[in-house]
C-alpha cells in the first residue's frame, strides 16, 4: 500500500552506463516530479509532468530524459553517466488543480545511485 | 530569478527548548511555502503548509509565520524532542505552478 514507489533503492554503475529508475504512484494524483539531492542535501527539481505531458525540464543535461507512460508511472533514464551524477533521486506526486494550485507533494523513498 | 535562502544551516537545541528556523523569498508571485522534514535515510515528508492569505498556522507543537512585505516565512518547533532531529527544508511555489523551489535545508538535533 506504498503511496510512491521507487526501484532501485541503490543503483552502482560505472561511468558511461546507462541506467533507468521507476516510480509508481497510487494516489491517483495527475502530476509527477523529479528531483535531485546532491551531497549536501540541495533538493533540485528536475522535471514534472501532469497526465503524461511534460511541464517542468529544468537546465538539466539532455542525458537525463524521462518518460510517462501513464499518470501513475514516471520513469527516468540516464545515458552516459558520469561521476557528477552521483546523486539520491527523489521521485514524488501531487494533485494540481487545473489552476495550478499547489498542493502536498509526496515523495518516494529515492534511489541512491552511485557512479564509479 | 527564484531563490530560498533559508537559517541557520545547522541548529542545536536542548530537549525542552525551542527551535526557529528562517527562510526568505525573492519571487514576490510566491503563494505557497510548505516545510518539509527529512529524517535522515528517509523521504522528504510536508509537515506544514502556508499560503500567502494567511500570517500564521499552528499545529500542535508546530508553527508557521508569513511577512508577505519582507517575503519571510519562519518554521517555530517548541517543546522540542530528540525525535525532532532532523533535515527541515522550507520552500516556495508561485502562483499558478506547482514548482517548488526548495532552501538549503536546516539540520536541527535536540539533545536529551
Known amino acids: 500500500d506504498t503511496a510512491v514507489s521507487q526501484t532501485p533503492k541503490y543503483l552502482v554503475t560505472q561511468m558511461g552506463n546507462d541506467k533507468s529508475i521507476k516510480c509508481e504512484q497510487n494516489?491517483?494524483?495527475?502530476?509527477m516530479y523529479w528531483y535531485k539531492q546532491d551531497s549536501k542535501k540541495f533538493l533540485k527539481i528536475m522535471f514534472s509532468y501532469n497526465n503524461k505531458e511534460l511541464i517542468i525540464n529544468e537546465t538539466v543535461p539532455n542525458r537525463f530524459s524521462p518518460k510517462s507512460p501513464d499518470k501513475a508511472h514516471l520513469n527516468l533514464h540516464i545515458n552516459s553517466l558520469e561521476l557528477g551524477d552521483s546523486a539520491v533521486y527523489f521521485c514524488?506526486?501531487?494533485?494540481?488543480?487545473?489552476?495550478?494550485?499547489?498542493?502536498?507533494?509526496?515523495f518516494g523513498p529515492g534511489t541512491r545511485l552511485t557512479v564509479t | 530569478g527564484e531563490n530560498v535562502e533559508q537559517h541557520p544551516s545547522t541548529l542545536s537545541v536542548q530537549e525542552g527548548d525551542s527551535a526557529v528556523i528562517k527562510c526568505t523569498y525573492s519571487?514576490?508571485?510566491?503563494?505557497?511555502f510548505p516545510w518539509y522534514k527529512q529524517e535522515l535515510g528517509k523521504r522528504p515528508q510536508l509537515i506544514i503548509d502556508?499560503?500567502?492569505?494567511?500570517g500564521e498556522k499552528k499545529d500542535q507543537r508546530i508553527a508557521v509565520t508569513l511577512n508577505k512585505t519582507a517575503k519571510h516565512f519562519s518554521l517555530h518547533i517548541t517543546e522540542t524532542q530528540p525525535e525532532d532531529s532532523a533535515v527541515y527544508f522550507c520552500a516556495a511555489s508561485r502562483r499558478n505552478t506547482d514548482k517548488l523551489i526548495f532552501g538549503t535545508g536546516t539540520r536541527l538535533q535536540v539533545f536529551p
Open positions: 502556508i499560503r500567502s492569505n494567511v
Open positions: 519571487d514576490s508571485a510566491s503563494n505557497y
Open positions: 514524488a506526486s501531487s494533485q494540481v488543480l487545473s489552476t495550478g494550485k499547489a498542493y502536498e507533494q509526496y
Open positions: 494516489l491517483g494524483h495527475d502530476t
